[in-house]
């Protein structure tokens, strides 16, 4: 679990994206696009769940990116090549469903794009024709623009401030994209606002939409029941029966509410430690 490299993917404007490549021979040689791995920075640290972003099974290495946000992404943030992480468990979670679909659509937005990409290289390699649409604030905070696009047969970007790309949000192109023609399947990741207008337009159109939840994860095996989410009125746990579920059976408003049960417990201890 030592690092072996890190990258600052980018630093503006007060968002961090930083990228550490650890060495973990097991979890690169077993691990499949959209699964995760849970870590603990220290001994004493709580446990978060990342996406594994790429895996390098000939050197053994995993690649994790995170967005320094919270207590836990910042303290990972200050770790340097040559330290170890105290603990790294994967891979967790049900692999993506990889096959030809045909037409494929991926939207990913935020850090959210760091997700999509090792999905979007397998639809690609298993023949199929893959769109994608990102999108974020404003140019310095996209990210992975050149390797998502080298990868997609259509690729566009919007920008909520239209200082790159097109004007507008993720979700104005997808609509655009759907009037215009058929796709067999959409595929996005990201915050869960963005996820849920994607699900809302597609629904519209009939398509088949997957997305990667990012609930709340405390043990990350099913244990605790803290990932608790409703699909289509059944309760699912996103560790084990995700994090991939089908977008238009998700109860959005009941994930948004628990996903911030803890927000002020964490600027709490985010200000006595003078994160």
């Excluded at 679909?101 to 794009?113: D, E, H, P």
């Excluded at 997700?115 to 639809?123: H, N």
């Excluded at 939409?209 to 309760?235: F, H, I």
């Amino acid at each position: 679990m030592k690092i072996i490299s890190k990258k600052i993917i980018n630093d503006v404007g007060g968002v961090r994206i930083t990228q550490l490549d650890v060495l973990s021979p097991e979890i690169a040689s077993s691990s499949r696009p959209g699964q995760f791995v849970m870590l603990m920075a220290g001994e004493k640290g709580e446990r978060i769940p990342l996406t594994l972003v790429n895996s390098d099974k000939n050197k053994g290495i995993v690649s994790l990116m995170f967005q320094e946000a919270g207590f836990t992404t910042k303290i990972l943030g200050k770790l340097e090549p040559g330290q170890s992480l105290y603990s790294l468990v994967g891979p967790l979670g049900h692999p993506t469903e990889i096959k030809n679909f045909g037409k494929v659509i991926l939207v990913g937005g935020g850090v959210g794009i760091a997700e999509i990409l090792p999905v979007a290289r397998a639809l690609k390699e298993a023949g199929n024709q893959v769109t994608t649409i990102l999108g974020s604030r404003n140019k310095d905070l996209l990210i992975l623009e050149a390797e998502l696009k080298s990868v997609s047969s259509e690729f566009y970007v919007m920008t909520d401030d239209g200082s790159y790309g097109k004007k507008g949000f993720t979700t104005d192109m997808l609509g655009e994209l759907l009037k215009k023609d058929k796709y067999d399947l959409i595929y996005a990741v990201g915050p869960i606002p963005m996820m849920k207008r994607v699900a809302a337009v597609s629904k519209e159109y009939g398509t088949k939409t997957l997305v990667s939840l990012n609930a709340l994860m405390v043990d990350a095996t099913g244990m605790c029941g803290c990932c608790r989410v409703s699909v289509s009125g059944e309760v699912k746990f996103s560790c084990v029966d995700g994090p991939d579920f089908d977008g238009h059976g998700v109860d959005w408003d009941e994930l948004e509410k628990r996903n911030k049960v803890y927000s002020e417990q964490e600027k709490h201890i985010c200000r006595l430690l003078g994160q």
